[in-house]
């Protein structure tokens, strides 16, 4: 019997690589979207769902509860980026990609437990990101909401390990998606402090990601995760150096780290 996938953000970069590939594997592959209607030659069902609507997240797991009886993978990768000096950006931008990387995910994590719990099965898989591991230079709330996601998956999975249903973490480093397109960019402003190295970072971003490895192996991790029989918590998908500098900040002294980090950054 094939599985029933639940994809979240699966309109564009990422999560339609994880829905196109598994649905290629003989998966039954709900992704989602806020606007279906606007995506055409998707092999997959797109639905509607808003991560900031509970009425909208619980109608598109009852749409597929109706249909198909059991929910058996939710991977979890709708998001936004956000790009900025703390200082100058704006409080309820900040608010905004919290409601929607963390409280969003854990909204959809809260709506189908229920039916897991149920079957006593399921797994759970957050998209989160390398840059959720370490403070990152004007992109400290990105990596705020993916860390945080990082430390509620793992009390997540000790509190429904015993019900048959696995929580984890996949770690994406850079990848060639159109989340630059997507992001909030505080503006540059012209009496900021932060003016040169903020514009210089910018462009190191966009560089990273244009230049960045192929969804497809996001696609991959995911479908070993769900073929896994017990899976681990964590898991990153990225370049070496992506990788190893987690490594690095296990085993080097804070302000060691700190420099290595503003030398890769030009600060």
């Known amino acids: 019997m094939s599985k029933i996938v639940l994809i979240t953000g699966a309109s564009s970069g990422i999560g339609k690589a994880i829905a196109v590939f598994l649905h290629n594997k003989g998966y039954k592959v709900y992704g989602t979207s806020r606007n279906p209607q606007k995506n055409n030659n998707i092999p997959f069902n797109l639905i509607p769902l808003d991560v900031l609507n509970v009425d909208s997240i619980n109608s598109a797991v009852t749409t597929i509860l109706n249909k198909e009886g059991r929910l058996d993978v939710l991977v979890n990768n709708a998001g936004m980026g956000i790009t900025g000096p703390i200082e100058d950006t704006p409080t309820d931008e900040m608010r905004a990609v919290f409601n929607t990387n963390v409280f969003g995910a854990i909204d959809v994590m809260k709506a189908v437990l229920p039916q ?84 210089e970072n910018l462009d190191l971003m966009d560089s990273h990601v244009s230049s960045g490895m192929d969804p497809v192996e996001m696609a991959k991790e995911v479908y070993k995760i769900i073929n896994t029989k017990t899976p681990k918590i964590h898991y990153k998908v990225g370049g070496f150096m992506e990788k190893f500098s987690i490594v690095l900040k296990r085993i080097l002294p804070d302000r060691a780290y700190e420099k290595l980090l503003m030398n890769h950054y030009k600060m």
């Open 116 to 199: 897991m719990r149920k079957q006593q099965s399921g797994v759970i898989i957050n998209v989160t990101s390398i840059a959720g591991y370490m403070g990152l230079p004007f992109r400290g709330l990105y990596s705020a909401t993916k860390g945080a996601l990082e430390l509620i998956t793992e009390a997540t999975s000790m509190e429904v390990k015993n019900l048959g249903i696995h929580v984890v973490n996949v770690a994406p480093g850079d990848f060639a998606t159109n989340i630059a397109a997507g992001r909030y960019h505080t503006p540059v402003f012209e009496n900021s402090g932060y003016k040169q190295k903020y514009q």
